[in-house]
């Protein structure tokens, strides 16, 4: 019998029990620390995060450093075990710099293959959460040439880039310049981070203006370039998490909110025109799970189609987490609609989930590009 090749080998979709613990240890820390009440609070006070649950969770429970292997001080875990933290992330609208820092820019560390230096200096810091590091460029970026990069004058960088997400709380900005990528520090002179007032509340965005700013050149500009493509393709691949935990609350509590609330004495849920919306939604959510599944699983084993399983995750979950959420506040009905019930985090989540790391569009382009399907 010889060992199944790369070609044969089906993806595992199924969650492991190591999964499922992370799974359980991560949704006990939020429901303990991040329930509704305490994330509406939150988007109303001028501190982008709560600083205690960002270290219980990435100090705590370790899941900063999922990625980082252990010699640098990470869990030397992947892929699948960061996706897991994101569904809970997504379950929870919880205001994290997870994605940003614990996975993009974790990553783009790791892609230049550095054994010392500044590079794993900042690694260990990002895998411990003693710090945490954002990529300088707007959220909807979907690669490093559709980001705005800045330029290196007389060894200073100089540049403006807006919608940068979750550089409020950023200790580290990485810069990817025409000259290469560089490290800048937030509380440098010469850096301004002006913050914006975002769609979605429970993830700051922010316009980085670095002016005459000091910064540390981590690799030159074809490392650069490798590297963001792959923090970028990490990013949008397990962002596909992150809606998909988004869109299970939905329907989870849509479920529950119409088996409780009676009209014509009898659970509105009962009505079968409600009953084939939230079939109809249970299908998309299965699929928007295996296809999340797919890009994590491709991601952790370095598969040659991850490409391919990144886009098809953005394609489909971006689309499934708006409906999602948009059923969500319908179903609800006028409860859906008010400030104090959080469906309303929910929807702006996913809305702006839905143009981070490209578009659907963006992403079925590429689709059709890698299959050599070309747009008539």
């Given at each position: ?64 450093g ?14 699948r ?6 569904e ?71 540049g ?33 981070v ?9 993830r700051?965005l ?23 493509r ?24 849509t ?20 009953k ?99 747009a008539?």
């Amino acid at each position: 019998m010889t060992a199944p090749t790369e070609e044969t080998q089906a993806p595992d979709l199924l969650y492991s029990q190591a999964e499922d613990d992370l799974r359980a240890a991560v949704r006990s820390l939020l429901a303990d620390r991040c329930d509704a009440p305490a994330v509406l609070a939150r988007i109303e006070s001028d501190a982008p995060y709560d600083q205690r649950l960002w270290k219980a969770l990435a100090a705590g429970i370790g899941a900063a450093g999922l990625l980082v292997p252990e010699e640098l001080g990470g869990q030397g875990a992947g892929h699948r075990e960061a996706a897991v933290v994101l569904e809970e992330l997504g379950r929870a609208v919880a205001p994290a710099p997870y994605l940003t820092s614990a996975v993009v820019a974790t990553e783009i560390l790791l892609a230049l293959g550095a054994l010392d230096g500044p590079v794993t200096e900042l690694l260990r810091d990002l895998a411990t959460g003693r710090k945490v590091a954002v990529l300088a460029v707007p959220f909807s970026a979907l690669s490093p040439g559709a980001a705005q990069p800045a330029g290196v004058v007389a060894d200073a960088l100089e540049g403006t880039m807006t919608g940068v997400a979750d550089a409020p709380a950023a200790d580290v900005l990485l810069v990817p310049t025409t000259d290469g990528l560089y490290a800048v520090e937030t509380g440098a002179e010469g850096v301004t981070v002006e913050p914006l007032v975002p769609l979605d509340l429970t993830r700051p965005l922010a316009t980085v203006t670095l002016a005459k700013a000091p910064g540390t050149r981590l690799a030159n500009g074809a490392s650069a370039v490798f590297a963001v493509r792959r923090g970028l393709l990490a990013g949008a691949g397990l962002l596909a998490s992150e809606q998909l935990g988004l869109a299970e609350w939905c329907l989870t509590e849509t479920v529950r909110h119409t088996r409780e609330r009676h009209q014509f004495n009898r659970p509105v849920g009962s009505f079968q025109a409600l009953k084939h919306r939230m079939a109809q939604l249970w299908l998309e959510v299965v699929s928007a799970r295996a296809a999340a599944r797919n890009a994590a699983d491709a991601l952790a084993t370095g598969s040659r189609d991850t490409p391919l399983a990144v886009a098809v995750a953005q394609a489909y979950c971006s689309k499934v987490a708006v409906h999602a959420a948009e059923e969500c506040i319908q179903l609800h009905g006028g409860i859906g609609m008010t400030w104090e019930h959080p469906a309303h985090l929910y929807l702006k989540r996913a809305k702006a989930d839905s143009i981070a790391y490209g578009t659907a569009g963006n992403h079925r382009e590429v689709i059709a590009e890698l299959v050599d399907l070309p747009a008539p």
